[in-house]
């Protein structure tokens, strides 16, 4: 079992930043592959951001490229969202997922998440 805390979001003026983080609890997060996803009403989840257990593996979602960078710290059980150069598309609720899917497409597919946390809202202001 894996519980997930988001925190970090607020609200930001386009061209700024914020930094995300999630609080994990549970003995299986070292070995799991961590995940954040952005959800805006009436549609469905986004990818964003994925890194596998070791740190050393990453997929970023083409529109969040070189502006955010996920980082994990499997001593604090924790991941780490920066994000840097937002604009009002950005806004959304920002979800942390954990789970075990293989380190392909699947890792960016919501479904192949077991755990989720409540999510931490992100609104950028033009």
């Known amino acids: 079992q894996v519980q997930l805390v988001e925190s970090g979001g607020g609200l930001v003026q386009a061209g700024g930043s914020l930094r995300l983080s999630c609080a994990a609890s549970?003995?299986?997060?070292?070995?799991?592959?961590m995940g954040w996803f952005s959800q805006v009403p009436a549609k469905e989840c986004e990818f964003v951001a994925a890194?596998?257990?070791?740190?050393?593996?990453?997929y970023y979602a083409n529109f969040v490229q070189g502006r955010f960078t996920i980082s994990r710290d499997n001593a604090k059980n924790a991941v780490y969202l920066p994000m840097d150069s937002l604009n009002p598309e950005d806004t959304a609720v920002y979800l942390c997922?954990?789970?075990?899917?293989?380190?392909?497409?699947?890792?960016?597919?919501?479904?192949?998440?077991?755990?989720w946390g409540q999510g931490t809202q992100v609104t950028v202001s033009s």
């Open positions: 997922a954990a789970g075990f899917p293989l380190w392909n497409a699947l890792a960016m597919t919501g479904r192949s998440y077991y755990y």
């Open positions: 549970g003995r299986t997060f070292s070995r799991s592959v």
């Open positions: 890194i596998k257990w070791s740190g050393y593996n990453t």
